[in-house]
């Protein structure tokens, strides 16, 4: 059926004559279009009309020798014409379109790209004091005027851009960049040791070695000098710069007592649900009625999305489970396990740029604790400026 029938009316009727070919001459000498035609055998054929010219068909097919009857009615005005008695059941969806269009106008998701000294949670406060939030309307958003706000109160912000897309709302953004740090050459400075090692790789960019390949440091020593002096003995001073690899250790100790707590599940649990509509939270279950003495409380929250459209609305899913507390010892085996994954942790975090030479763990028992000690031999530049002197 034409694209035009089903815009206005159209009529499938079904022909039982012997010559289709004649039924289909005398429409066309009447003026009358006919679509969709189909010949299914036997002196039978269907096709559409306007629904207007049904009836002329029909007395045409009498003048004709043919057999002709509606078979049904398509088409948007036939659609409405049912509903002529019932129009507010046309009515009813009225109101969700109109929230529906209004809600695609605002903003309901909030994505920054682009960030990586500025904390998220920063941006977001800058771009709702510059009129950016959730359930603002994003059609008539003014780019230069939030790029000035979020500058005036993000020292670090070079540049952002606002971009939305529907209800979501891309934010771009350029931090400053650091300058390199100058070098006061002019300044006169050594180059000392922070810690304690053995020297294995001395780069010497300005100033004179005081120590050499193999030297056992410690915390305080001076390690490349500034002061100089020439042929005639003459002293001066120089910006001593330079690294200083060394082998330092490192040495922690943790312990765990020898009876631990876990969690044994019970096997019960709730499941509670809340609704939240932008800031409004509607619970459906009683938080105060949980009567487990332990339990996991886990919370997942699910947005809601209509035609890709990102909504104000989520389903917040609450699962309380219950566990009872169960004591049991543990065996020094297990416990070195656990120390040795703590005690990894604590170096890469205590010398983010040492290498581990060499790592060796001592676990023993003391009394109703189990002790591991780590004892770290590690390559890294022990060099830091100081004043000449300090």
Not at 66 to 95: C, D, M, N, T
Not at 127 to 154: C, F, K
Request: overall charge positive; glycine content about 8%; hydrophobic content about 40%.
């Amino acid at each position: 059926m034409r694209l035009e029938l089903w815009l206005t009316e159209g009529a499938q009727l079904k022909a039982l004559c012997r010559e289709p070919a004649e039924l289909l001459d005398a429409a066309c000498r009447e003026g009358i279009t006919i679509t969709d035609f189909s010949d299914r055998g036997g002196g039978t054929c269907t096709f559409y009309v306007r629904a207007p010219e049904a009836e002329r068909v029909v007395r045409l097919g009498s003048v004709c020798g043919a057999e002709i009857s509606v078979l049904r009615r398509r088409g948007l005005a036939h659609f409405l014409r049912r509903f002529r008695k019932r129009l507010y059941l046309l009515l009813l969806p009225l109101p969700f379109l109109i929230a529906f269009l209004w809600l695609s106008t605002r903003i309901w998701e909030i994505r920054v790209e682009g960030n990586r000294t500025i904390p998220r949670g920063d941006i977001l406060d800058a771009l709702e004091t510059a009129g950016v939030y959730p359930g603002v309307s994003g059609l008539h958003l003014d780019n230069q005027r939030i790029r000035g706000r979020m500058q005036s109160m993000l020292s670090d912000l070079i540049w952002c851009t606002v971009q939305v897309r529907g209800s979501r709302a891309r934010v771009i953004v350029r931090e400053r960049r650091s300058p390199p740090e100058l070098v006061d050459e002019a300044l006169a400075r050594e180059v000392a040791a922070s810690r304690g090692g053995r020297v294995v790789r001395l780069r010497v960019l300005e100033g004179k070695a005081a120590v050499k390949k193999g030297d056992t440091v410690a915390e305080g020593d001076t390690l490349i000098t500034g002061r100089l002096s020439d042929r005639q003995e003459e002293a001066r001073l120089v910006h001593a710069m330079g690294s200083v690899d060394a082998l330092t250790l490192r040495e922690k100790t943790l312990a765990l007592p020898a009876l631990l707590a876990e969690k044994l599940p019970t096997g019960r649990e709730t499941k509670g649900f809340a609704l939240k509509i932008g800031d409004l939270r509607l619970i459906f279950h009683n938080e105060s009625s949980i009567s487990y003495g332990c339990y996991d409380k886990i919370q997942n929250e699910y947005p809601l999305r209509l035609f890709g459209l990102a909504l104000p609305v989520s389903v917040i899913r609450t699962v309380y489970r219950e566990y009872l507390p169960v004591w049991r010892e543990i065996s020094a085996e297990e416990a070195e396990g656990l120390l040795r994954e703590r005690l990894a942790a604590w170096l890469r975090k205590a010398a983010p740029k040492a290498e581990p030479v060499r790592t060796d763990y001592l676990t023993e028992a003391s009394g109703e604790l189990i002790c591991t000690t780590l004892r770290a031999e590690c390559l890294e530049d022990i060099g830091f400026e100081r004043e000449i002197g300090g």
